[in-house]
């Protein structure tokens, strides 16, 4: 595999395999597709490359040591990487 030059990412491996990953769902499925049909799609690239992931991760937000809401990670990837995934008119191809 070729080295990475990038040092600042604290997993720099894993989150080319993700980037590359996300690409590739993005480039087969096109643009303008709701967000679930992505997330779905990642799901299923994720499965087909052997990571290890949990996908709508319940956490806690805690303000001062109370409970001030719920929040739920779209995927935990290897127990290392959250990936929030979002849709936006800003990944649309330009004319």
């Not at 595999?1 to 040092?7: A, F, N, P, T």
């Not at 049909?37 to 490359?49: L, P, T």
Request: proline residues 3%; positive net charge.
């Amino acid at each position: 595999m070729k080295s990475l030059k990038r040092q600042d990412l604290i997993y720099p491996e894993l989150s080319h395999q993700i980037i590359g990953i996300l690409f590739e769902v993005y480039n087969e499925l096109g643009p303008g597709h709701h967000e679930k049909y992505y997330q779905r799609a990642i799901s299923k690239a994720f499965k087909d490359s052997n990571l290890y992931f949990q996908e709508q991760v319940y956490t806690p937000l805690i303000f001062r040591d109370k409970k001030v809401g719920n929040y739920y990670f779209d995927f935990l990837i290897e127990n290392k990487i959250i990936l929030e995934i979002k849709k936006e008119a800003g990944f649309l191809k330009s004319i």
